[in-house]
């Protein structure tokens, strides 16, 4: 059963150039179908249209074209009232939660809002939302600006999460975090997503994170999606020379390493990007593929 299903996505901007005004299609014809019960990540390089695809799927903006389905009723045109019941069912985090979360609130009062909104109070009910991502009670009458990366994005979590939707769209959620952090919030995403029997778009530019984390892959280029397949096949073998070249882009254990895309050591992946310096840093994976340890290359796993 597909929880959402993007067809023939279309979303132009309007881009001025000189005097003139053109229109610049940040996605083209999106076909995607995310399954009950599913991880899917959503790759690609910066500016190939990932967020403007979440951004659609959840009618956060609106398409210049295509359908968007959600449990296979085409919600691409329903007017807010009739919208509203969906919009339960899909929620969001981003990357920067810090900007998300109201740093007037109390952590209780931000995780517990949805439920406001949707006329449901229970301050009691966001309390043990806060214990389920990992905060102690203490954390409920704290403010956002009293916690780390890592805690601001665990109550971001808890507030997604405390209307209990089927899907989840996750932007970006781990790229603001240290190794170490982003692994526990990886684990915790994915005993939250067997638990709750959420599907979820996980966009990311971090391969490693989404190997670890995904079912299946579906990568993107220029706004349209050029391969889509099971993650161990995207990494066993990319058929797309873009894929190719997004899993090249990878930084390398050691330099006589950079330019193979197989792996040098079984379970060790390399996290692109987030190196402060010249060694990259890998995440051990065991063969259920759950992040169970972080370690800096040149120590031993
Ligand atoms: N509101 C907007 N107005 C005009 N152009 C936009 C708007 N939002 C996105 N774009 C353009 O659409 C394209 C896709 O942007 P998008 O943010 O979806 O990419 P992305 O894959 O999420 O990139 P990143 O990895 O950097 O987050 C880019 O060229 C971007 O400049
Ligand atoms: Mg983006």
Known sequence: MTALELRGLTKSFPLRQG?????HFAVKGVDLALARNEILGLVGE???G????GMLALRLIEPTSGQILIGGTDVTTLPPPALKP???RMQVIFQDSYSA???MMTLEQIVAEPLVIHGEPDPAKARQWLDRVGLPAS????????LSGGQRQRVAIARALILRPEILVADEPTSALDVSIKAQIINLLSDLQKEMGLSILFISHDLSVVRALTDRVAVMQAGRIVEEAETETIFAAARHPYTQALLD???????KDRRRRTFPTPGLL???GDAPGPEPRLIHLTPTHRVEAVITSGETP
Not at 139 to 146: G, K, S
Request: hydrophobic share 30%.
């Open 139 to 146: 954390f409920a009458a704290r403010y956002p600006h009293e």
């Open 270 to 272: 390399h996290l692109a």
């Open 46 to 48: 910066s500016g190939s």
């Open 86 to 88: 969906f919009r339960r």
């Open 50 to 53: 990932k967020t403007t695809t």
């Open 19 to 23: 005097w003139k005004t053109r229109d």
């Open 101 to 103: 979360l109201n740093p």
């Open 249 to 255: 882009a990878i930084p390398a254990r050691h330099p």
